[in-house]
């Protein structure tokens, strides 16, 4: 996995996290579910960086 794409996924699942927690906090169900698929869209960049990984080997 390269460092660079590593290192936006987990900033994505990281900040997806946060503001999927702010939103539900504040009962801002559009804030929650752009946290979500902010996150999932960091959990989807990892999964693509570890299979690209696995073929290298």
């Known amino acids: 996995m390269s460092a660079d794409e590593k290192a936006k996924a987990k900033t994505e699942q990281?900040?997806?996290?946060?503001e999927q927690a702010v939103?539900?906090?504040?009962?801002?169900?559009?804030?929650?579910?752009?946290?979500?698929?902010?996150?999932n869209?960091?959990?989807?960049?990892?999964?693509?960086?570890k299979a690209k990984d696995a073929f290298k080997h």
């Open 14 to 18: 990281a900040q997806g996290k946060a």
């Open 23 to 39: 939103g539900k906090a504040v009962g801002n169900d559009r804030m929650a579910a752009e946290g979500q698929a902010k996150k």
């Open 41 to 49: 869209k960091g959990d989807a960049r990892e999964a693509k960086e």
